[in-house]
């Protein structure tokens, strides 16, 4: 066989084994970002000091004004990060995220 023609054959198939490893890689990731996203969910409500009761009113009237969470919980989640909190710059070693 033409050495050429071997050489791209082997090309290919280390790149279609790539693909195959980062195809794989896709569900994990999108399992921790979503992980991540409800932690972060978690920390804003218990840090804005809204009953239980109170909540899904809460939560339907960001939903409907279309605005995150009031200032002063993004201030408390700040001030958390800040204050060394469990908050982690590396979304990948986040508490909780499964490293499979």
């Not at 066989?1 to 794989?24: F, G, H, S, V, Y």
């Not at 605005?67 to 958390?80: G, K, R, V």
Request: glycine share 4%.
């Amino acid at each position: 066989m033409n050495p050429k023609i071997k050489k791209a054959k082997d090309e290919l198939e280390r790149t279609k084994a790539k693909i195959a490893e980062l195809q794989a890689l896709v569900p994990q990731l999108e399992r921790g970002i979503t992980e991540m996203e409800n932690n972060e969910i978690i920390r804003l409500v218990r840090s804005s000091d809204i009953s239980l009761a109170d909540l899904p009113a809460f939560l339907a009237s960001i939903k409907n004004s279309g605005t995150a969470a009031p200032a002063e919980t993004n201030t408390a989640l700040h001030d958390s990060r800040d204050a060394g909190g469990d908050y982690t710059d590396d979304p990948l070693n986040e508490e909780g995220y499964d490293d499979e």
